[in-house]
């Protein structure tokens, strides 16, 4: 009766020594690079100084590319709704890996952005796309027209960018 377990036992272990090298060295997790909060409050930072140079008073939304909020900044005057509207815009840009001034006639007749909360397709939305990795996205909202969030949002990233290039993301 113990012979039995034996051969069992006996015939995993051979079984498990098959297995192919490819298989057996294939990592089980992905590195992801991911912004600093110092890094998205550079970003922030730059978009509300360009903004400020418009004229205009903002709010500017960093966020990972989880979509989860990495720094939020509202200037004095900046009314609150711009706060959730900027979040929408960062998301939006993020998930489609495309600026959203791109973006806005895309979706008409048959090909509708389907409802859903967070996703808003109004310029002032860009993503974070270094080296082909998406980092996150960056939304402003607040300026009188989208071109000049999206203004404010690309200086924001323009501030980080050679860093994060020579760093390779």
Avoid: W
Wanted: hydrophobic share 45%.
């Amino acid at each position: 009766m113990l012979r039995h377990p034996l051969k069992l036992a006996t015939a995993v272990l051979l079984s498990a020594s098959l297995i192919p090298a490819a298989q057996a060295s294939e990592s089980l997790t992905v590195n992801i690079k991911r912004l600093t909060m110092d890094t998205a409050l550079r970003i922030a930072q730059a978009a509300i100084a360009q903004c400020r140079k418009e004229g205009v008073q903002i709010a500017v939304t960093v966020i990972d590319r989880g979509g989860h909020v990495q720094a939020v900044l509202r200037d004095t005057l900046a009314m609150d709704i711009t706060v959730p509207i900027s979040k929408q815009k960062a998301h939006t840009a993020m998930a489609f890996n495309s600026p959203l001034s791109q973006m806005e006639g895309r979706f008409k007749g048959a090909y509708q952005v389907p409802k859903m909360d967070g996703l808003m397709v109004s310029a002032g939305g860009i993503p974070i796309n270094i080296g082909g990795t998406i980092l996150g996205g960056i939304g402003v909202s607040g300026a009188p027209s989208g071109v000049t969030d999206e203004k404010c949002a690309t200086a924001g990233l323009d501030a980080v960018r050679t860093d994060l290039e020579m760093e390779g993301a």
